[in-house]
Each structure stands twice: as structure tokens, then as C-alpha cells.
């Protein structure tokens, strides 16, 4: 009795436990007029207790400063055998039932679902020293039911120990409502984090912190096996440096994480996802940790890739369209499969007729079989080709162009396709042709013009003696006619002959003095070097006219004493020959092979044609001796002569099958020879 | 030693050789012959007026062979000038080759020039009587 007395008398004040407890499930409808009197007037519950109850009320009446009955919530004190002793008025008011219904069937106050906790309850109270306390939800008198806090005591006598039990209630049905609700919403939260078609994460300063459930399902990896540096595992290779290195700058430059990154999902494959992230604060401003999301934007990515394919296929076959130039592509076996809009607007052709029709016909007749000869070996080894040829186009009328294609080679190095392109040549051609043609011309007039003047300077060397041998001749003639012969002036004129035979003998010694004197100016040279310079310099001739070289060339380091000059103009002639003798040939694929070697002291260079080659070599070095109907005989006599004065050999001789071979020897000159230096 | 019965020729040619072999060649054939090594020694001799034939050469320094025959045709329009020329191709000798007969291309056959010499000689002589 004492205890609970000055139980309530704390309770008075706030800052008892209980109170406060009170104070918190506190509501202002508890100031009522009911009295706990009045109330057992009104029921007249206690039935078995009633002098009990009764000295309890009056005692709680009549202590000055309390009346319990005004306390708010709920009060009851229950006898040890479980009889009622005392009952607030709110419960009566709240439930809206009378004490003997409360005594007889107290659960019927509870929601049923808490009935079995609130029996624990009691049963739990005689044990415990402390107060036992349960939240349950108590029916009103209207059926609905609110949350009570609820907390029961034993009060005990220090003989008899437990006496009787005491309890409170005070509704907390606002708190426990927005605890619910906060427990509904974190539940929906965390039905959002984990449905979200995403990865959501948190890492905390010692590192990761939560995964929701879409990353451990994608991953198929548990949070704790994502730990650093267990996410490596499950990043792309090629992505982790990106990943570590914008994740460290995250941390330490404190900027928002934006990332994009392949992921492995469980059955391995990898898909692209974008990372957004950012740091969490506390109040005070420091960093705690950071949250982010990462979406998948696989399809999205794939769908933007082959939007830049679709955009550069589109720039692309924009570029093939409007290049100035023909461009095709064939089969391996040479057949048209594409061909862009302006190889179709020149020849005035679509691609099904050119497909169709052989495109050879469009050639000038003059060129189709040099270059359906060049196609044909292309087409055979594979080999990249360059022709220059004239087109038709749709007015009928012939263009040249320059034309160069490649094979592209599958996998086992079989061509898969040809490409190519015709690019027009028309202008640049017609100007290099003018100046080839001009500068030809004036090569020719100026050769001419020398080979005139040297000769007729030798022609009136020797005509004069040989106009006097000759007046000489036909005078000793007349003199040994006459009658009778006068045979003094026949023998003077016999003189005169001998001494002008004699005069023509010294003028040919004088020529060829002349010849001597303009010593050639010698230089130390590998011919090898020769032979790729004139053949570079004589590489349009021979383009021109469709004559393949091939150059065989050993004995790089075998130096020659010789007029550079000299030399090459024995090559070009020999060249120049060899292109001539091609020209003759027909049908045969025109081809100079130009052999070189060191032999003996010797260096060789020969000159192979498959041309029209020759019948005899007997006259060929000799000086005005041709088969050409323009040449002047003239070529392998100065080549004899300007090899001859260089100590060297030329000759020529039959090519198998065809043709000929034109060669030359040098003699090497070892650089420690005294000419050398 | 010249007689009046007998033909003078004149031959112009700076090859010594030339014109030794030509005066041999006329003589042998019966003609005096008065030799010149150049147009001008030839122009300023005296004895012009007694020459029936004049053979010079075309390629001379100073003044050739072709100015030569203009000039003796301004003096003496009835003196029959043969050329003679080792030089084929070149100088209007050359052109003028192709359509007068009058020009020998060295060496050339002494009996040609003997029987054109004979022949002008002849035309020149029968031309002022007709």
C-alpha cells in the first residue's frame, strides 16, 4: 500500500519513468468527471472485493494530492488470486463495459491477435522484479481498436512477497501508428531498392556497405564476395584501371561518380552499365559514405552503336558515291557485283547491264587486249594491278583513265573480292602526252641535228681526197688513152692517188683522234644503281606501252670505273631496243628482263626482250645498220664504241623461246686501284 | 702554151688536192686549165675574158662558190659555171642539187664532169652564133 502510494505520488511528477510513459500515451480526454465511485456505483462490480476496493478508492480519494482516478490512462490493481481490485473510470468509459465483464472476460478487451501476449504478460509479472510492459491493442466500446502501452507490476509485502499486481495503459496509438507506417515504408523501400532493374549500393568509409538484391541475382555473387577487391571479378578487364582510377577521384576530389563499365552477369555474359553516385554527409558535413546506382544501358549502348554504324555506313557510301573516281567491286573471278552511281553515269550503264554485258566492250578497241592481259594475270595470281586505259561513256566518245585494284583476301588468303577504282586522266594525260610528244621531238631533232652535223663533216673529209683520187683516177685514164699513152702524166696522176689516199688515211686517224680526245670523265658507280635509275626514268615509256620489267640483280658491290653518262646511255639504248623489238611481238605479254652479276672480274648486265629478236648478230653493232624503218643504225654502234673504249665486252644473243639478249662486261676496279682514287 | 683552138677552164677550189686532180683530169682530156684557190683570186685575174668553163667549189671561206657563180653571171652572163660540192645536205647547194645539173656532188664521176664541161663549152659557143 505504501509503494504504490508513493508510486503515484512520483507519477505526479514528470520525471518518473512511469509517468512520462503516461505523459506520452496521454490524452486529453482522460479529464473526466467519472469517478472511480461513481463508477462502482453505476456497475457495482466488485462483487467478491467490494471492502476492498472500496478502502482502496476511498484511500485514493482521500490522499491529499492525489486522486488516481484523475490520472489519465488506464489503472487497475488485480488481487494475487486474480480478483479485480480497482479499475480507472477511463476503462470503463473506453471500453464501454462493466467491471464483472472485465473481471469475467478481460480479453475480450483485447484485439485477438494479442490476447496470447497479454496472458504472457501476466504470467511473466509474479517472476519479475521490474515492471513488464507490452504494447496491445484494446477494443472500445465502438469496436475499433487502439494501440495501449501496457505495464504491470507486482506489488509486494516484504513477509507475504507478492500481494497483488497493478497496471497501467496509456494509448500510444499515434506512436505505434507512425512506427507502423515507418515500418511500411522502409519495407516499401526496400521492395523498391531491391525490384529496381539496377544495382543500388552504399559504401561506407570501411567499404561496402549494402548491395541490393538486383546485384546479388545479376551478379550471382554474395554482397560479401563484392568486397574489395571482389567487384574486380565481375568488371570487365579492360574496365577496372577506368573504373579504380574514376572511383579514387570520386573519393578524393569529392565530384560526382559517372561511369560507364561492362558487367559479368552470373552466366557470364558482360553487359554495359552506367554508375551514378554520389557522397552521403552527416550534419556536420563530413563525408560518410557514398550511394549510387548502376542502370543497365546495354540495349541502349547497342542501340546507339549501331546507330554510329548506320551514320557511318551512311558517310561512308556518301564518300563512294560523290569520290570523283569509278569505283567498283568484283568477284574473285572478276564479275562486276557493285558499282557507284557515277561509274553508272559515265557509262550510261546500271549494274544489272553491266553484269550482263562484257565489260571489256567499253575499252577502246586499241586497248582491250593490253589490258585484259594485265586483268587476266591479275585475276590468276592475285597480284594488285595499275593499267591506264581508254573508256567509253554514254555519248560514245573515249576518256583515259587510270585504273587500280586490290584484292581483299579472306582468312585462308583466298581473295574474297576485288576493288578498284577509275580515276579520270583525260586532261593530265592530254598535257603529258603534248609535252612526251614535244620533248621527243625535240630529243630527236636534236639527235638528228648532231648525228647530221658530225657526219656531214666527215662526209666532206673524206669527199675531198676522195674527189681528187677519183679526178686523179679518170685523168691517168685519159692520159694512158691518149695516142700515144702519156704515161708521165699517168704516173703523176698514180702519185697523186696514192698521196691522197694517204691524206683520207690520216683524216679517218683524225677522226678518230677527234673521238679519243673527249676523254670520258670517270667515276667510281655500282651498275646496279644505274640500271634502277634509268629504268625509273624510262618507267612511263614503258608503262606506256604495257612492257613489264623485272630486275635480277646481283653483285651489288662490285664497283665500276666508268662515264656514268656513258653507261646510261648504253642502257637506254638497250632499252629502247628491247621495247622496240616488243613492240613487233604480237600476242606474247611484253616483258624486259634486266639481269646483272659479277663474273670474273666482270661485271655483267644483260638485257633480256621476248620481242621479234634477230637473225644475224654479224652486222647488229655495226654503224648504219637497221631493221627499223626509222632507225639510223646508229644505237648499238655507239654502244659498242662507248663499251669498247671502257676496256668492256657487248655482244648479243638468242633468247629461248623468244627474243633477244643484248649483254655488256665492265671490269670491276677494286677501290684501292690508283684510277679509283 | 695555150693555143686558140684549145678550151680554157677555170676551176675554184681552196683543197689544193681538188684542184690539182681537176687540172690533171681537164688537161688529160685536152683543156688548159687555170687554177684559182679562191673566188676572188679568180675574179681579179686579168685573163677572164679567154675562159669558155669555170668549175667552182661551193663550201670556200669568204665568199662560196654559189655568190661566186652570181657574180660571174653578172659579168660574163655566157660563161658556163659548173659546182662542185662535198657537202650534201646542207647550204642552198643542197637545194639547188635537186634541180640543176650543173652541180656535182663530190666524189663524183670525172667522166660526167668532162662530158657536162665539154657540153657547156659547146652550147656556149654554138648561143652567140644562133
Redesign the interface.
Known amino acids: 500500500m505504501e509503494s504504490i502510494t508513493c508510486e503515484f505520488q512520483q507519477a505526479g511528477i514528470r520525471s518518473h519513468p512511469l509517468a512520462n510513459g503516461l505523459a506520452i500515451g496521454y490524452r486529453s480526454r482522460a479529464t473526466t468527471a467519472v469517478s472511480l465511485f461513481e463508477c462502482s456505483n453505476s456497475g457495482g462490480v466488485y462483487r467478491s472485493t467490494g471492502a476492498a476496493l472500496s478502502n482502496i478508492i476511498e484511500r485514493g480519494v482521500d490522499e491529499p494530492g492525489l486522486s488516481i482516478r484523475a490520472l489519465p490512462g488506464f489503472v487497475l490493481s488485480v488481487s494475487i488470486n486474480g480478483q479485480l481490485e480497482y479499475l480507472s473510470p477511463d476503462i470503463l468509459r473506453y471500453t464501454g463495459k462493466l467491471p464483472q465483464d472485465i473481471q469475467s472476460d478481460w480479453s475480450d478487451c483485447v484485439h485477438p491477435d494479442d490476447v496470447e501476449r497479454c496472458g504472457k504478460l501476466w504470467t511473466q509479472v509474479p517472476a519479475s522484479t521490474e515492471s513488464v510492459e507490452a504494447e496491445i491493442r484494446l477494443r472500445r466500446h465502438d469496436g475499433s481498436y487502439r494501440w495501449f502501452r501496457a505495464a504491470v507490476r507486482a506489488i509486494r509485502d516484504s513477509a507475504a512477497g507478492a500481494i497483488r499486481f497493478c497496471a497501467v495503459a496509456w494509448d500510444v496509438e499515434d506512436r505505434v501508428r507512425a512506427q507502423l507506417a515507418l515500418e511500411a515504408q522502409a519495407k516499401r523501400l526496400r521492395l523498391i531498392v531491391d525490384t529496381i532493374p539496377g544495382s543500388v549500393w552504399q559504401v561506407g568509409r570501411e567499404g561496402l556497405e549494402y548491395l541490393n538484391r538486383f546485384t546479388i541475382e545479376y551478379t550471382g555473387k554474395r554482397a560479401e564476395e563484392l568486397i574489395d577487391p571482389g567487384w574486380q571479378e565481375v568488371l570487365h578487364p579492360d574496365d577496372i584501371e577506368h573504373f579504380r582510377n574514376t572511383w579514387l577521384e570520386t573519393v578524393n576530389k569529392r565530384a560526382p561518380l559517372s561511369i560507364e563499365f561492362r558487367l559479368r552477369r552470373h552466366d557470364g555474359v558482360f553487359r554495359w552499365f552506367r554508375t551514378q553516385g554520389t557522397e552521403i554527409r552527416a550534419d556536420g558535413g563530413e563525408v560518410t559514405g557514398w550511394v549510387g546506382v548502376d542502370i543497365d544501358i546495354d540495349d541502349a549502348r547497342r542501340a546507339a552503336e549501331a546507330d554510329a554504324l548506320r551514320k557511318s555506313e551512311r558517310a561512308m557510301r556518301m564518300i563512294i558515291e560523290t569520290i570523283p573516281a569509278l569505283v567498283w567491286r568484283a568477284t574473285p573471278q572478276g564479275h562486276l557485283d557493285y558499282v557507284n552511281p557515277r561509274l553508272m553515269a559515265y557509262t550510261g550503264k546500271t549494274l544489272q547491264q553491266l553484269e550482263r554485258s562484257d565489260w571489256s566492250e567499253l575499252l577502246h578497241p586499241d586497248d582491250i587486249e593490253a589490258t585484259c592481259r594485265i586483268l587476266n594475270r591479275c585475276l590468276e595470281s592475285g597480284e594488285s594491278y595499275a593499267l591506264t586505259c581508254r573508256m567509253r561513256n554514254s555519248q560514245g566518245s573515249y576518256r583515259w583513265f587510270e585504273v587500280r585494284a586490290d584484292a581483299q583476301r579472306d582468312a585462308t588468303g583466298h581473295v574474297a573480292h576485288w576493288y578498284g577504282m577509275h580515276i579520270d586522266i583525260q586532261e593530265s594525260r592530254k598535257l603529258q602526252d603534248a609535252l612526251r610528244q614535244s620533248q621527243s621531238k625535240l630529243e630527236r631533232a636534236a639527235q638528228l641535228a648532231t648525228v647530221g652535223e658530225l657526219s656531214a663533216s666527215i662526209a666532206h673529209e673524206i669527199n675531198q681526197p676522195l674527189s681528187a683520187i677519183a679526178a686523179n683516177a679518170q685523168a691517168c685514164q685519159g692520159w694512158l688513152s691518149r695516142n700515144p699513152a702519156n704515161l708521165d702524166k699517168a704516173r703523176v696522176s698514180i702519185a697523186d692517188i696514192i698521196q691522197d689516199v694517204n691524206g683520207a688515211a690520216v683524216v679517218v686517224k683524225r677522226i678518230r683522234a677527234l673521238f679519243k680526245e673527249s676523254a670520258p670523265s670517270k667515276e667510281l658507280f655500282n651498275v646496279n644503281e644505274l640500271i634502277e635509275e634509268v629504268v625509273e626514268f624510262m618507267r612511263y615509256e614503258l608503262d606506256r606501252r604495257s612492257i613489264r620489267v623485272e630486275l635480277q640483280l646481283k653483285g651489288h658491290s662490285s664497283l665500276t670505273l666508268a662515264d656514268r653518262v656513258q653507261i646510261q646511255q648504253v642502257l637506254v639504248n638497250l632499252l629502247q631496243n628491247g621495247a622496240d623489238a616488243l613492240e613487233l611481238s604480237g600476242e606474247r605479254a611484253r616483258m624486259l628482263l634486266i639481269r646483272s652479276r659479277a663474273e670474273a672480274g666482270d661485271v655483267m648486265v644483260e638485257v633480256c626482250d621476248n620481242g621479234i629478236g634477230f637473225n644475224s648478230a654479224d652486222r647488229l653493232f655495226d654503224a648504219f645498220f637497221t631493221t627499223k624503218e626509222d632507225g639510223l643504225g646508229m644505237g648499238l654502234a655507239i654502244c659498242r664504241s662507248i663499251i669498247e673504249a671502257h676496256a668492256g665486252r657487248i655482244w648479243a644473243a638468242h633468247n629461248a623461246p623468244h627474243g633477244a639478249i643484248f649483254a655488256f662486261s665492265l671490269p670491276v676496279m677494286s677501290p684501292a686501284h690508283p684510277a679509283a682514287r | 702554151m695555150s693555143n686558140p683552138a684549145q678550151a680554157v677552164v677555170a676551176v675554184v677550189d681552196d683543197?689544193p688536192?681538188?684542184l690539182?686532180?681537176?687540172e690533171?683530169?681537164l688537161?688529160?682530156?685536152g683543156y688548159a686549165v687555170r687554177r684559182y684557190g679562191s673566188a676572188a683570186a679568180f675574179l681579179e685575174d686579168p685573163v677572164l675574158r679567154v675562159i669558155d668553163c669555170l668549175i667552182a667549189d661551193v663550201?670556200m671561206p669568204v665568199m662560196d662558190g654559189v655568190e661566186l657563180q652570181r657574180l660571174a653571171a653578172t659579168k660574163y652572163p655566157e660563161l658556163p659555171v659548173m659546182l662542185?660540192t662535198?657537202?650534201?645536205?646542207?647550204g642552198p647547194a643542197g637545194a639547188m642539187a635537186a634541180n640543176n645539173r650543173g652541180i656535182f656532188l663530190?666524189?663524183?664521176?670525172?667522166?660526167e664532169?668532162?662530158q657536162a664541161v665539154a657540153a657547156a663549152i659547146q652550147d656556149a659557143r654554138r648561143g652567140p652564133v644562133a
Do not use: A, M, T, Y
Open positions: 683543197d688536192r681538188v690539182l686532180s681537176l690533171n683530169l688537161e688529160s682530156s663550201g662542185i662535198g657537202r650534201h645536205e646542207l663530190k666524189p663524183f664521176d670525172g667522166l664532169l668532162l
